[in-house]
């Protein structure tokens, strides 16, 4: 099972490779997509195009 989340945790990074000058950050943003606001804790966005969220974008969520 070890083995297995390895595995699978090596090819997440491996895929954010693919990014030139890559960058993480941490915390909650939130951006919009197709009238939907999308949000995450972790982001890994490319220096030169710079991060698409940020955390003013999150009041946008519905409070149920």
Partial sequence: M??????ILVGLFVTACS???PRISLGKKCTLKDDKVVYSY????????GLPADKEACEQI???
Avoid: S
């Avoid at 972790?42 to 195009?49: A, E, G, S």
């Fill in 2 to 7: 070890n083995k297995i989340l390895t595995i």
């Fill in 19 to 21: 990014v030139k000058e």
């Fill in 42 to 49: 972790l982001w890994l966005y490319d220096k030169q195009v």
């Fill in 62 to 64: 519905a409070n149920d």
